[in-house]
């Protein structure tokens, strides 16, 4: 089983931008699909972006496509989200998880980190 630990969320006014990174430790990080989801106060939660187990194949909800890049360094152990032209709608504690597939239901993932918050000011 693999572990994963967000960090990089902040505070930061509309227009600007943030990098988020999920490091992970266990299991062989290159075997897992990585994603990204988000959770604003009384919302479910979302699919933000995927990415495949070599990085060839990215996925993104219409909400963050062109504004933000999923990619990962698989020797780093690392997946990274880069949020640019962030909006106050963006606010919302940010999760990585891992998969064996390409999902973007929450329920089809059983591995996720602990969450790293993100407000954007407007």
């Known amino acids: 089983q693999v572990q994963l630990v967000e960090s990089g969320g902040g505070l930061v006014q509309a227009g600007g931008s943030l990098r988020l990174s999920c490091v992970a430790s266990g299991r062989t990080f290159s075997s897992y699909v990585m994603a990204w989801f988000r959770q604003a106060p009384g919302k479910e939660r979302e699919f933000v972006a995927t990415v495949s187990r070599n990085g060839g194949y990215t996925l993104y909800a219409d909400s963050v496509k062109g504004r933000f890049t999923i990619s990962r360094d698989n020797a780093e152990n690392t997946v990274y989200l880069q949020m640019n032209s962030l909006k106050p709608r963006d606010t919302a504690i940010y999760y990585c998880?891992?998969?064996?597939?390409?999902?973007?239901?929450?329920?089809?993932?059983?591995?996720w980190g602990q969450g790293t918050q993100v407000t954007v000011s407007s």
């Open positions: 998880a891992a998969n064996d597939y390409i999902w973007t239901t929450p329920q089809s993932y059983d591995v």
